[in-house]
């Protein structure tokens, strides 16, 4: 495979690749992909809230058993085939190889096992809703006796049970994580063992940096839960009884299972999204990122953090109030490094010559929106306040506003910065700056009055409030159907996103080698980087972000520049 | 390719490629089976009789002597590993160390499932109690994880048959490490389902 030139054939090429770039570009199109599929299941029940009982164009009546379906799933499917996909193994498997400087993962063909692995894992998923039964409607959390139980049968025959839906939906999980597992091994070895000549620790970018963390976080916290599926798998088919109280199992176990990697899971969302600020904040205010060292510090501390606040979930469920206390504190804790992160993005910002740009405007509206989503997180840190919010619409904004930016803002953000380089094609920025704004109005439109809602009494998981005093009356029943009408907006307003796709496959002007005048390894190579990604290797003499460096004659220093 | 380029351009590496991601790896089976054996424990303790009265006893001394047998096949992977610290010439020559402990690892994993089908006979099943389910799924993913282990095992003996070239290396450290991992995990299990 010297310098790329040989011949290979389609599939070679872009079916079994082991390209990064091109497991990359399959990773965001299946996270895509599974995004429509789990926009539509928001659609039909966002339709059926605001109008219960009539029929939903494009799809009919909803039973409320399949409405308890599409949320469940709809949880399932933005979490796992979509935020995971599309933040940590889409811009990993894009990035960590360009940025460190060299021509490909540690383990190529692993690599290409993760995507196909996770591909089927996608089909697994979207299998359930065909098999008898249907597809699992128990929440996303598959909290037992529900799931346990969920093929009701106390004998159950194994191939029966195991095609129910909540095993599809367990295998599914289990498959997607070996998937990501096997990606993060890729990252972080990757990021370890093959980084350019002079790539010291602290010349990584934070992105890079970021991704590793979350990789790291993943590994970690994944194994008590795959345990836990592992075991209610084997509850729902061979009848074992861990979670069943009644033949001396325990229900609670699972939730502690479950949450012990649920909530660092928020944190391996989050951290790639905050590396893309990383890079593109300093990037668009030209100037350095303010207090790079602590910001990975922070983030390590957070990381350590992450594994020890999980039961502020069960405030409910009921723990010992000295634990939940306990609970609390750390939860409180833990939104410290956060706050600094955001500070330290904050004071890159501070008098710099900022740029709208498409990309830059994402990662603005991530800032301000992220910002409600987290201060509504503070409040339900506290114990108080979240039993009495606990299930209802209040939580329902609050991590709408936490993982809608994260995820989608997020990755808007890298697609609009990076695709020149990796597409090689510039997309159009008015289309781009329309899409953003259509989708900030609408994102609003659709989540904030939610939090008076919540605020009301409104429970979540119900599918039609007729029989509810407290909400079924004004202004409650007018703000549903206020959100509803934003949902189908935001969701319309992803036509111009796919307008400007397809119009600039088509005819877009062919991009530069490095359009934004950033500094990191990626902007080096052509766009788009050729098999092996760099010529000769590069040589790296500085830090990741060096902007308006006094006394020189560009406004920048590429990490390459020797001086 | 892997090419003779990185070798020259790159930071160097920290360990081999096979290592590294092999340390990852088992942190995250360790996990794994902490989850396992958190979920024993918190269940043990909350349980009324245990081992309930009507179910069988593990057979402990049969299982000692298999013990014995698993961890006499780590030491021939360690010593294989010593033998080996910086040349491939010597790996291929010592390669016999693996089949002895890919042969300890086969009569390991076969006394365990007479054993099973013993259990089993005796009305020890994984719906008869929760003492059977945990004992089938602990010993069970361990058991998998022996099969794994074991497959790796022939991977690189097959591999040792000749000179392959740069990720030899690499293919050492992982498999033996995930060997390791698997022998070394065994006697805490042991402890906590067989004796305690
Ligand atoms: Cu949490």
Redesign the pocket.
């Known amino acids: 495979m010297e310098n790329g030139q040989h011949q290979q054939s389609f599939i070679q090429k872009y079916i079994f690749s082991t390209d990064h770039k091109v497991i990359g570009m399959q990773y965001a199109i299946n996270g895509l992909l599974m995004a429509i599929a789990g926009g539509f299941l928001a659609y039909v029940f966002r339709y059926n809230l605001a109008f219960p009982g009539k029929d939903i164009p494009l799809f009919g009546q909803l039973s409320p058993m399949q409405y308890n379906t599409f949320i469940t799933n709809h949880g399932m499917i933005m979490v796992f085939w979509v935020g995971m996909p599309l933040l940590l193994s889409s811009l990993g498997n894009f990035l960590i190889p360009t940025m460190v400087g060299t021509d490909d993962m540690a383990f190529p063909t692993l690599n290409m096992l993760s995507f196909w692995i996770f591909f089927v894992s996608s089909i697994v998923l979207l299998l359930a809703f065909f098999v008898p039964g249907g597809a699992y409607g128990g929440g996303w959390t598959m909290y037992p006796p529900l799931s346990a139980n969920a093929y009701m049968n106390p004998n159950p025959d194994f191939f029966q049970a195991l095609f129910s839906g909540a095993s599809l939906m367990l295998l599914a999980v289990a498959l997607e994580f070996v998937a990501m597992l096997m990606g993060g091994i890729n990252f972080v070895v990757t990021t370890i063992n093959k980084r350019a000549k002079g790539m010291t620790a602290f010349r990584i970018p934070l992105i890079v940096w970021f991704i590793d963390i979350a990789s790291v976080i993943f590994m970690f916290a994944v194994g008590p839960l795959v345990a836990g599926a592992f075991m209610l798998l084997l509850d729902i088919t061979v009848g074992t009884g861990f979670f069943d109280a009644a033949r001396g199992g325990d229900p609670i176990l699972w939730q502690h299972l479950f ?1 012990f990697f ?2 660092p899971e ?1 944190y391996v969302l989050l951290l790639p999204s905050l590396g893309v600020l990383g890079e593109i904040l300093p990037v668009f205010s030209r100037k350095p990122l303010f207090a790079y060292k602590s910001i990975i510090y922070m983030a390590l501390f957070s990381a350590v953090l992450s594994v020890v ?2 039961a ?2 069960q405030f409910v469920s009921g723990i010992d109030p000295r634990m939940a206390t306990f609970f609390s504190i750390g ?1 409180i804790i833990i939104s410290i490094p956060f706050a600094g992160i955001f500070l330290a993005f904050m004071a890159t910002l501070w008098g710099g010559s900022i740029k709208f740009t498409t990309p830059m405007l994402f990662a603005l509206g991530f800032i301000g929106l992220f910002l409600v989503g987290g201060l509504t997180g503070l409040f339900l840190g506290s114990n108080a306040f979240d039993i009495y919010a606990h299930d209802s619409y209040f939580v329902v904004a609050h991590f709408h506003y936490t993982l809608f930016p994260d995820i989608f803002f997020g990755f808007f953000a890298a697609f609009y910065y990076w695709f020149p380089k990796f597409v090689g094609k510039d997309l159009d920025k008015t289309l781009g700056k329309i899409h953003f704004w259509l989708t900030t109005i609408f994102f609003n439109l659709t989540f904030f009055l939610l939090f008076f809602n919540g605020l009301a009494g409104e429970h979540r998981r119900i599918n039609n409030y007729s029989f509810f005093g407290n909400v079924n009356k004004e202004p409650y029943t007018t703000f549903e159907k206020i959100c509803t009408v934003g949902a189908i907006l935001l969701i319309l307003s992803q036509f111009v996103f796919v307008i400007n796709l397809i119009k600039t496959l088509r005819s877009g002007k062919k991009a530069a080698k490095n359009p934004w005048n950033a500094t990191t390894l990626e902007w080096v190579t052509d766009s788009p980087p050729k098999h092996g990604n760099f010529d000769t290797f590069p040589v790296v003499y500085r830090g990741p972000y060096e902007y308006s460096v006094p006394g020189c004659n560009e406004d920048y220093l590429p990490q390459n520049q020797e001086n | 390719m892997e090419n003779k380029m990185t070798a020259q351009v790159s930071q160097g590496k920290v360990a081999s490629d096979g290592l590294v991601g092999m340390i990852f790896l088992l942190a995250s089976e360790g996990m794994f089976f902490a989850g396992l054996i958190s979920a024993y424990i918190v269940n043990r303790a909350g349980a009324m009789e245990w081992p309930p009265a009507n179910q069988p006893r593990l057979p402990i001394e049969v299982t000692a002597v298999n013990t014995f047998i698993l961890l006499l096949s780590g030491f021939f992977i360690v010593r294989f590993r010593m033998n080996n610290r910086n040349s491939q010439t010597e790996a291929i020559k010592s390669k016999g160390l693996i089949k002895l402990s890919l042969l300890l690892g086969l009569i390991f994993l076969i006394v365990q499932g007479s054993e099973w089908v013993r259990l089993l006979h005796f009305g020890l099943t994984t719906r008869s109690s929760l003492y059977g389910a945990f004992f089938y799924t602990i010993i069970g993913a361990h058991g998998l994880h022996v099969f794994a282990g074991l497959l790796t095992l022939l991977y690189l003996s097959n591999k040792l048959k000749k000179q392959v070239g740069f990720n030899m290396k690499s293919i050492i450290d992982s498999c033996s490490i995930y060997w390791l991992f698997v022998v070394v995990i065994w006697p805490v299990l042991y402890y906590l389902v067989y004796l305690s």
């Open positions: 949450w649920g909530h928020v606040v999980w502020h979930h939860t």
